[in-house]
């Protein structure tokens, strides 16, 4: 079945430090990818996303390019501020419907 | 538009006790998901409705948990009887179908069941 990997938390880093998430997927056909965060005591909310092969999303100053090569869709940000603390999931949505497959999700940890 | 709207934001009860969260769908949005979010275990998916017919509902737990949606506008998760294994975070989240397949979350319902 269709599934999402992505790296384990929680990832701590300084202010204005570089930032990747790594995640990678198994899914049958060409799925969506998507970043969705979730900050502290809300829910989920779309961050970015791709539709086909060498896509890039980006928004916020993160993006991500879909690789169907390596099957990857590793978030990037070259420069994290203390408010990107926050919990990030990678998902997949592969075939009709509107139905997401989500990796365990990643905590972030923003320093001064 | 107001987004998705779930009550209530925080439970608690008593073990044995019946829970009835709520949520109310961004209007137009006609596929409807029931999340659970727990340290262990991550986010869960329960159930999910189109056209608010349940189309998938592999993830519920056991016979405890039921779930409806009588009408656009309106879905209900019942857990009878709560047990503290229940304790979590409960999201609903909406979405058009056909789309590209962003969901939208309410702000959760917080469960504890003592």
């Known amino acids: 079945g269709d599934s999402v990997t992505q790296m384990e938390g929680p990832v701590t880093l300084s202010e204005e430090a570089c930032l990747t998430i790594?995640?990678?997927?198994?899914?049958?056909?060409?799925?969506?990818l998507f970043w969705y965060v979730q900050y502290p005591g809300e829910g989920l909310q779309l961050l970015l996303k791709?539709?086909?092969?060498?896509d890039k999303g980006s928004n916020k100053g993160f993006e991500a390019t879909y690789r169907k090569e390596t099957t990857s869709f590793h978030l990037e940000k070259g420069s994290v501020q203390v408010s990107d603390s926050a919990v990030y999931f990678c998902?997949?949505?592969?075939?009709?419907?509107?139905?997401?497959?989500f990796g365990t999700g990643t905590q972030l940890k923003v320093e001064l | 538009d107001a987004g998705v709207i779930q009550s209530p934001r925080h439970e608690v009860t008593e073990m044995g006790q019946e829970v009835t969260l709520r949520c109310k769908p961004i209007?137009?949005?006609?596929?409807l998901f029931w999340y659970r979010q727990t340290m262990m275990r991550g986010l869960e998916l329960l159930i999910y409705?189109?056209?608010?017919?349940?189309?998938?509902d592999s993830g519920m737990p056991e016979d405890r948990f039921s779930a409806k949606m009588p009408n656009a506008s309106f879905s209900t998760l019942k857990i009878q009887p709560s047990e503290p294994r229940d304790s979590a975070v409960y999201f609903c989240?909406?979405?058009?179908?056909?789309?590209?397949?962003?969901?939208?979350f309410g702000e959760g319902s917080r469960l504890t069941v003592l």
């Open positions: 998902a997949l949505k592969a075939g009709g419907g509107n139905k997401l497959t």
């Open positions: 790594n995640c990678t997927y198994t899914a049958t056909g060409y799925p969506s």
């Open positions: 791709a539709t086909k092969a060498d």
């Open positions: 209007s137009g949005h006609n596929s």
């Open positions: 409705f189109n056209n608010n017919v349940p189309i998938d």
């Open positions: 989240a909406t979405g058009l179908e056909g789309k590209t397949g962003e969901l939208f």
